[in-house]
Nanobody, 123 residues
Framework: QVHVVESGGGLVQAGGSLRLSCAAS????????MGWFRQVPGNDRKFVAA????????VYSDSVKGRFAASRDNANNTVYLQMNSLKPEDTAVYYC????????????????WGQGTQVSVSS
């Protein structure tokens, strides 16, 4: 059984920064791509970013490209999402996800989800 736990959410003013962390256990961490999704109540969950198992490949949604950066530390089974220049429209519950590849994450074919962490950006 894989256990995925996010942390680092909170309230920040527009223009500020936050870093989300996601710890995964139960599998060989470096074999799997890790991704970030977000969801606003009443809306579908949306892809935000993904990083390959090696960390060499990252992909982003157009809405966050240039502001967010995904990275991972395979020695500590942790993936990060550095969020800069935050906007009120970034407010959402952010979910960490695990899949066999970045392509599967982009296709929303997620093997495991975390429980989510709230990010709120005030104007």
């Amino acid at each position: 059984q894989v256990h995925v736990v996010e942390s680092g959410g909170g309230l920040v003013q527009a223009g500020g920064s936050l870093r989300l962390s996601c710890a995964a256990s139960g599998r060989t961490f470096s074999h799997y791509a890790m991704g970030w999704f977000r969801q606003v109540p009443g809306n579908d969950r949306k892809f935000v970013a993904a990083v390959s198992g090696s960390g060499d490949t990252t992909v982003y949604s157009d809405s966050v490209k240039g502001r967010f950066a995904a990275s991972r530390d395979n020695a500590n089974n942790t993936v990060y999402l550095q969020m800069n220049s935050l906007k009120p429209e970034d407010t959402a519950v952010y979910y960490c996800a695990l899949a066999d590849s970045v392509s599967l994450l982009r296709a929303y074919l997620v093997a495991y989800w975390g429980q989510g962490t709230q990010v709120s950006v005030s104007s």
